[in-house]
Structures are given as C-alpha cells and as structure tokens.
C-alpha cells in the first residue's frame, strides 16, 4: 500500500511538471501568435499609409500639371 501511494505521488508530481511545461509552452504560442498579428496588422496599416501617400502626390501632380497647361495655354492665347 505505501508502495503503491509512493508511485502515485511520484506519478502526481510529474503530471504536475508536465502541466507546468504545458503551461509555458501555451503561454509562448500565445504570445508569438499575437506578435504575428501585431506585425501583420501594423504592415498593413503601413501599405494603406504609402498607397494614400502615394495617390495624394498623384493628385497633386496632375493638379499642378493641369494648372502650368491652363497658364501656357492663356498666355498662348493672349499673346496670339
């Protein structure tokens, strides 16, 4: 009877050693897969940020492009 109290002590113990290591383990991918999605998001913010950024100096672009046309034509037309 101690024999068989003994084994289930030492099989307790272990079982508790493995939910410890089960814990951690858990707690890592917890932690990896929200950096992942961190990252991930925060790219994507950043690919929305250039493309805006990009399209807004397009923008401006043919904006002022638009306008040095009108003037050269005015004056064209002025001058003829």
């Not at 109290?5 to 890592?28: F, G, T, Y």
């Not at 925060?42 to 492009?65: D, F, L, R, S």
Request: aromatic share 2%; glycine share 0%.
């Amino acid at each position: 009877m101690l024999e068989w109290c003994a084994q289930l002590a030492a099989s307790l113990e272990r079982d508790q050693e493995v939910r410890k290591i089960v814990e951690v383990v858990v707690v890592v991918v917890v932690v990896v897969v929200v950096v992942v999605v961190v990252v991930v998001v925060v790219a994507a913010a950043a690919a929305v940020v250039v493309v805006v950024v990009v399209v807004v100096v397009v923008v401006v672009v043919v904006v002022v492009v638009v306008e040095v046309v009108v003037v050269v034509v005015v004056v064209v037309v002025v001058a003829v």
